[in-house]
Nanobody, 123 residues
Framework: QVQLVESGGGLVQAGGSLRLSCVAS????????MGWFRQAPGKEREFVGR????????YYADSVKGRFTISRDNDKNTMTLQMNSLIPGDTAVYYC????????????????WGQGTQVTVSS
């Protein structure tokens, strides 16, 4: 059974940092792109960023560019999201995803999802 499990969420003050992790099990995703999405209350799930399979090329939403960094360790089947300079607008449930079959910015193209981890940024 393929599973993606996120961890590292929590409550942080504005300007602070958090590091989210996503651990995959059941299969390796070393040849697949992986990504992060987030969903705030009352809003649709939105793309945060993605990382390519082997060379680790990254692409971010404009709203997080320069503040968030995605990395991956294919040997450990893990992906991380380092979030710095957090603002209240970053408050959301953060999801990791793997293996897109189309546009990486569209939620419907990603084949595997984690259960999400809550990030709350207080002002």
């Amino acid at each position: 059974q393929v599973q993606l499990v996120e961890s590292g969420g929590g409550l942080v003050q504005a300007g602070g940092s958090l590091r989210l992790s996503c651990v995959a099990s059941g299969r390796t995703f070393s040849s697949s792109a992986m990504g992060w999405f987030r969903q705030a209350p009352g809003k649709e799930r939105e793309f945060v960023g993605r990382i390519s399979p082997t060379r680790g090329f990254t692409y971010y939403a404009d709203s997080v560019k320069g503040r968030f960094t995605i990395s991956r360790d294919n040997d450990k089947n893990t992906m991380t999201l380092q979030m710095n300079s957090l603002i209240p607008g970053d408050t959301a449930v953060y999801y990791c995803a793997a293996e897109p079959l189309g546009s990486v910015m569209a939620t419907k193209t990603w084949q595997y999802w984690g259960q999400g981890t809550q990030v709350t940024v207080s002002s």
